[in-house]
């Protein structure tokens, strides 16, 4: 084992803000630690590639009692109702506060992170099935991802690798 | 090393449409690939197996920024409005829709992806912690479920196991 | 290998109630199993170790269509309307179901379920960025926590263990 490199495969299949940053931060830094890094993104995680949507991607407060509490500075637990989360409004705020605490704490923004990891050697792979569903073409991705593969090709590419779904 | 069979363990643990194919379409791909694949069924994701249920599993648009832009054909982010996700009717044109666009790309219902799965040699097995939870019985569940297993049984079945858990 | 212990290392990033359980339910198994366990605590996952939140975390039925069937007795797909779940009440009344079911079936709470993973071996480390993004300090937390890491730590910490992200 000792001549293998370790190599970590993320499948980020979730949309928003929150879970976008998962992978990102971890990647980089396994990639600091000399491991190899593939992403693959599928189902909602595809937004995380999609040109138009890389810089827009939301943090629904809604459905998540922490984010209501952590992020809202709802001091313990008097806090919003629950029916605060399906204001309108709530979710375009909720992600103005998430997006500026990332950049006080001097974070990368997802964009920012994708091509920092490319540019540091990570591979990036969208998801055959995912890319029917929704119609897309690799026109539509960010530059970096490097081809559209089936779940066979992913079997492919992690054998032996410590699978990270999120 | 050369010698041992490649194993995939997933764990299912959630119940929403979406989240249960993950687990589905890569234990096909692992399964086509020789590699041996169980998958574990906890909390929401046992109504995968549950007979009376997984053919009525729903995606609930609300809290999913992505989903709404992606199911809905929503132009950009124009969308809409946060409450939209929580008109009883959403959840149900949501699912029809997703439905419709898996049919369309000859991808199985969750029901036949399972027997699919169980006839090339998957195994299946439900938490027993979750059975008591839910008060369900192993006639609950549909036919290809082999066993309720406790998680220590799961850490027995899933040494060398590349574990994903969704 | 044969002389290697195995080791699981678990990512809690979520504060709902339903998804704590998962990590610690496992963690226990595979303490009783003679496995190296790490848990890492980010994002809302925080909220677990959080010593002013972990007794109060909420399941909130909304976004999820089998907590609506599962805990809420209601039959089949009758259900209640999509729109129940932002009903102020009905994260509480969830909540309480949940926490009553889990009394009879025996689950420690939360916050005894940690205690015991800590007393038979289990460590436990909060992320640095999540610490920093929540303005969080190590006196917030639960006793037990050995220390604030890093990805980078989280790295070379995992190094040959299955890794578990929920």
Redesign the interface.
Known sequence: ?ADET?KIAF?C???????A??AL??G???L??G?DVTIFF???G??MINK??VD?????P??????K??MMGVP??LGI???A????G??AFATALMNS??KK?E?PTVREYLQMLVDAGAKLYACK?SV???GLKKEDFIEGVQDIV???D???M??G??????
Chains 1, 2, 3 share one sequence.
């Open positions: 084992m370790r499948i299949s979730k949309g928003n803000l929150d879970m940053y998962p931060v971890m980089w830094a396994a600091g630690n491991i599928t189902f909602w595809m937004d138009d949507r827009h991607l939301e943090v629904p809604i459905a998540n009692a922490s984010m509490m952590n313990g637990y109702p629950q029916i989360g399906v204001i309108p709530m979710t605490k990332m704490l974070v099935m029917d569903m929704f089936t779940a066979g992913f079997m492919d992690t054998d690798a410590q699978i990270i779904f999120i």
